[in-house]
Nanobody, 124 residues
Framework: QVQLVESGGGLVQAGGSLRLSCAASGRTSSTYAMGWFRQAPGKEREFVAAIDYGGVITYYADSVKGRFTISRDNAKNTLYLQMNSLKPDDTAVYYC?????????????????WGQGTQVTVSS
């Protein structure tokens, strides 16, 4: 298990940008794929983006494709989510997740470690 702590959330106007970070600690010597999920009020948690351990293979939800970019720096044990052209519909709590396998995945059930989340609010 790794411990995950998100940061970088906040309030931004529509069309603006934010960069989320997720710092991993604990068993970081293991190879693990990571991902971002989000949950808006009254809605279920949904997949946003995922990346494999090597940082080569990425997956995105259709709703964020072309606007969000997931990346990682294994030397710093940190995952990032660059969010551009933000929309009010992007408002949610964003969660970082890790799975104890190197291959990327999109299903939340495949991730065993979760952060506490960071709030992103996009005003119109």
């Amino acid at each position: 298990q790794v411990q995950l702590v998100e940061s970088g959330g906040g309030l931004v106007q529509a069309g603006g940008s934010l960069r989320l970070s997720c710092a991993a600690s604990g068993r970081t010597s293991s190879t693990y794929a990571m991902g971002w999920f989000r949950q808006a009020p009254g809605k279920e948690r949904e997949f946003v983006a995922a990346i494999d351990y090597g940082g080569v293979i990425t997956y995105y939800a259709d709703s964020v494709k072309g606007r969000f970019t997931i990346s990682r720096d294994n030397a710093k044990n940190t995952l990032y989510l660059q969010m551009n052209s933000l929309k009010p519909d992007d408002t949610a709590v964003y969660y970082c997740a890790a799975r104890n396998f190197p291959a990327a995945a999109m299903a939340a059930a495949r991730f065993g470690s979760w952060g506490q989340g960071t709030q992103v609010t996009v005003s119109s």
